[in-house]
């Protein structure tokens, strides 16, 4: 699956409410999205602009069979870093940061 395709699905995802947050250490500062520092919107807007070049693809630290989509974007004037995974229907955010 390439990036135009994970983009979509991660977007599709959003806009249907069908998203997780991935528990973790330091949430309330790796994941703005679950603490309600950013939107769904917010975070769609963010992935909507992203490029290829921005997106980099790695296995879970944990579980080895599931790819983890990873951006390092730029938007408003911030970078923001956006790290999720897919568990059929929703995407699993672990970081949403900036």
């Known amino acids: 699956m ?3 395709d994970v983009k979509g699905q991660v977007l ?3 806009a ?12 309330d500062v790796k994941n ?15 992935i909507a602009r992203a490029k290829g ?10 579980v080895s069979k599931i790819d983890v ?4 974007t730029r938007y408003q004037g911030q970078s923001w870093y956006i790290k999720w995974y897919f568990i059929e ?9 900036h």
Request: proline content about 2%; overall charge negative; some cysteine.
């Open 2 to 4: 390439g990036f135009k």
């Open 69 to 72: 989509h990873i951006l390092k």
């Open 53 to 62: 070049n921005e997106y980099e693809l790695s296995k879970h630290h944990v």
């Open 89 to 97: 229907p929703d995407s699993v955010f672990i970081s949403v940061h």
């Open 12 to 14: 599709a995802c959003l």
């Open 32 to 46: 703005l999205l679950v603490t309600g520092q950013v939107s769904e919107d917010d975070v769609s807007s963010i």
């Open 16 to 27: 249907s409410g069908n998203i997780q947050h991935e528990q973790r250490q330091a949430i």
